[in-house]
């Protein structure tokens, strides 16, 4: 929804009453993730669920959910010979649950945009198929949740698994029984999580850190960029960080913010810089570590680590030599190299060209790193994928 939320709060606060499809689920290579969203006013649409394969179909769906007031879910499958409207070419299928959106639907609207605005952390609970009120939405924050699914009970049980869900990052269904019973699946609820951007931590001022800053805010990070070096550590330099720090790399990093979300891009390679700073950066519960070098510096490097007193388990996380191997010679392919490594990480894919494969496109997430790379929009899906 993130795509689409400027333009529907406007409508919102102009008293407008608009459709609103979201993908709650997706099956084989669908070529958007859960929370996708398309929004329809009138005339006007914004957003995609699908990249055009089935947008047609759900601008008329959203016309007419507008005008009759019941929310849908409906499923859309493999296309055949007719035309686009009828399915998805890629050979997937998505469940997009479509509802009519005002002030009156969606009064919390307001304070949800705004708290992901502030990079505060919100999940948005909605039921989209059962025996419930479908189209019952429950807003949870931490230590602060409003609305209700239809009974307290359920809406416990929603509550912990979308606070566990929001402190991942993760987008999906759960289903429940009409009262939070967890041995039951009559009733579907999309839980939609709008959590704070994962944070990359880029070490060394030098040009590949400026590549590696750039490609990183692309793909939805917050990014710091840390160095010892004043005359180095600009924001003039890097003024695609959200951060520029002027510290020794290892003492920023021991009182940094880092969860399994968080990605370490460790650029110096010098070891007066970065045998102390991998010694903390291997023991943070951070997604991902990676060391640039050549692979002479890295094995010196897990030399000085294993004096250090890093065990063979701690140092198995190091990806090093950092990237992918593209061939990459400049700061630019390098940054490809490495933003490459994180998605492979994070779907689990071979890292091989297309036309060497067979099977689906679009994976789940790996079982190594799933959470390491940010998604368009900060979210991940998770549930029926």
Same mark, same amino acid.
């Given at each position: 929804?993130?795509?689409?939320?400027? &333009?529907?709060?406007?409508?919102?606060?102009?008293?407008?009453r608009?459709?609103?499809?979201?993908?709650?689920?997706?099956?084989?290579?669908?070529?958007?993730?859960?929370?996708?969203?398309?929004?329809?006013? /009138?005339?006007?649409?914004?957003?995609?669920?699908?990249?055009?394969?089935?947008?047609?179909a759900?601008? =008329?769906?959203? &016309?007419?959910?507008?005008?009759?007031?019941?929310?849908?879910?409906?499923?859309?499958?493999?296309?055949?010979?007719?035309?686009?409207?009828?399915?998805?070419?890629?050979?997937?299928?998505?469940?997009?649950?479509?509802?009519?959106?005002?002030?009156?639907?969606?009064?919390?609207?307001?304070?949800?945009?705004?708290?992901?605005?502030?990079?505060?952390?919100?999940?948005?609970a909605?039921?989209?198929?059962?025996?419930?009120p479908i189209?019952?939405?429950?807003?949870?924050?931490?230590?602060?949740?409003?609305?209700?699914?239809?009974?307290?009970?359920?809406?416990?049980?929603?509550?912990?698994?979308?606070?566990?869900?929001?402190?991942?990052?993760?987008?999906?269904? /759960?289903?429940?029984?009409?009262?939070?019973?967890?041995?039951?699946?009559?009733?579907?609820?999309?839980?939609?999580?709008?959590?704070?951007?994962?944070?990359?931590?880029?070490?060394?001022?030098?040009?590949f850190?400026?590549?590696?800053?750039?490609?990183?805010?692309?793909?939805?990070?917050?990014?710091?960029?840390?160095?010892?070096?004043?005359?180095f550590?600009?924001? /003039?330099?890097?003024?695609?960080?959200?951060?520029?720090v002027?510290?020794?790399?290892? =003492?920023?990093?021991?009182?940094?913010?880092?969860?399994?979300?968080?990605?370490?891009?460790?650029?110096t390679? =010098?070891?007066?810089?970065?045998v102390?700073?991998?010694?903390?950066?291997?023991?943070?519960? !951070?997604?991902?570590?990676?060391?640039?070098?050549?692979?002479?510096?890295?094995?010196?490097?897990?030399?000085?680590?294993?004096?250090?007193g890093?065990?063979?388990?701690?140092?198995?996380?190091? /990806?090093?030599?950092?990237?992918?191997?593209?061939?990459?010679?400049?700061?630019?392919?390098?940054?490809?190299?490495? !933003? !490459?490594?994180?998605?492979?990480l994070?779907?689990?894919?071979?890292?091989?060209?297309?036309?060497?494969?067979?099977?689906?496109?679009?994976? =789940?997430?790996?079982?190594?790193? !799933?959470?390491?790379?940010?998604?368009?929009?900060?979210?991940?899906?998770?549930?029926?994928?």
């Amino acid at each position: 929804m993130r795509d689409v939320l400027a &333009q529907i709060v406007r409508w919102w606060e102009a008293g407008e009453r608009f459709g609103l499809a979201t993908v709650v689920g997706t099956f084989r290579s669908a070529p958007r993730p859960p929370g996708a969203s398309m929004a329809v006013l /009138r005339d006007e649409a914004t957003g995609s669920v699908s990249g055009g394969c089935v947008e047609g179909a759900v601008y =008329d769906l959203a &016309q007419r959910v507008v005008a009759d007031g019941t929310p849908v879910l409906q499923r859309y499958g493999v296309s055949d010979d007719d035309a686009f409207s009828v399915g998805l070419t890629c050979g997937g299928v998505i469940d997009v649950f479509v509802e009519p959106v005002s002030r009156a639907t969606y009064p919390e609207l307001g304070e949800v945009a705004a708290s992901i605005e502030r990079s505060e952390p919100v999940a948005v609970a909605t039921i989209v198929a059962g025996p419930g009120p479908i189209g019952a939405r429950r807003v949870v924050r931490p230590g602060r949740d409003s609305g209700t699914l239809g009974s307290s009970r359920l809406d416990d049980a929603v509550d912990d698994d979308a606070h566990g869900m929001l402190a991942q990052g993760l987008t999906g269904i /759960r289903r429940y029984g009409p009262e939070g019973e967890r041995r039951l699946d009559d009733l579907q609820v999309f839980v939609q999580s709008f959590a704070p951007s994962p944070r990359m931590l880029v070490f060394g001022a030098i040009d590949f850190a400026a590549a590696v800053a750039r490609i990183g805010k692309f793909l939805g990070y917050h990014v710091v960029v840390c160095d010892a070096r004043p005359v180095f550590a600009t924001s /003039r330099r890097f003024p695609e960080a959200d951060e520029v720090v002027v510290k020794w790399p290892h =003492d920023y990093l021991a009182t940094a913010e880092v969860d399994e979300r968080t990605v370490i891009c460790v650029l110096t390679h =010098d070891p007066k810089f970065d045998v102390p700073l991998l010694e903390v950066a291997l023991r943070t519960p !951070a997604a991902y570590v990676g060391a640039m070098g050549s692979r002479r510096t890295h094995e010196d490097r897990l030399r000085r680590l294993r004096e250090a007193g890093l065990t063979d388990a701690e140092l198995s996380r190091l /990806r090093s030599p950092i990237g992918l191997d593209l061939g990459a010679r400049t700061p630019e392919e390098t940054a490809v190299s490495i !933003a !490459a490594e994180l998605i492979q990480l994070r779907w689990g894919g071979t890292g091989r060209a297309l036309t060497e494969t067979t099977g689906r496109i679009h994976g =789940d997430a790996g079982l190594s790193g !799933a959470s390491v790379a940010a998604s368009q929009g900060g979210e991940r899906a998770d549930g029926d994928g």
